[in-house]
């Protein structure tokens, strides 16, 4: 779904299944996203790695994850690296096969 923005470009709203995160990190306490799962309104899904996830939310698109607003770049409290956040923090379905 894409709206006009008053800066002329499209914003695309995308509707987040399921994140894959990094089971490695677990252990130390980090949640580190590294791909976002979306479906469109038709029930077809996308794949996003989390550096084009990023990439599309610096370019006006929305990743929104149901009762917790939408999933924005964020540093990890833990190491200097940039993940993906929730607005409210809670958990968001993992997806299966992740690790």
Do not use: K, N
Request: aromatic fraction near 4%.
């Amino acid at each position: 779904m894409g709206m006009l923005t008053s800066g002329g470009r499209i914003e695309e709203s995308h509707h987040v299944v399921c994140l894959d995160l990094d089971v490695r990190l677990f252990p130390a306490g980090h949640h580190h996203a590294l791909a976002v799962e979306t479906e469109a309104a038709d029930g077809t899904r996308q794949r996003w790695t989390s550096v084009h996830a990023i990439g599309a939310i610096r370019e006006g698109a929305r990743f929104l994850v149901e009762s917790q607003g939408s999933l924005e770049p964020g540093l990890c409290p833990i190491c200097p690296f940039v993940t993906l956040r929730s607005e409210q923090p809670g958990p968001i379905r993992g997806c299966s096969g992740a690790g």
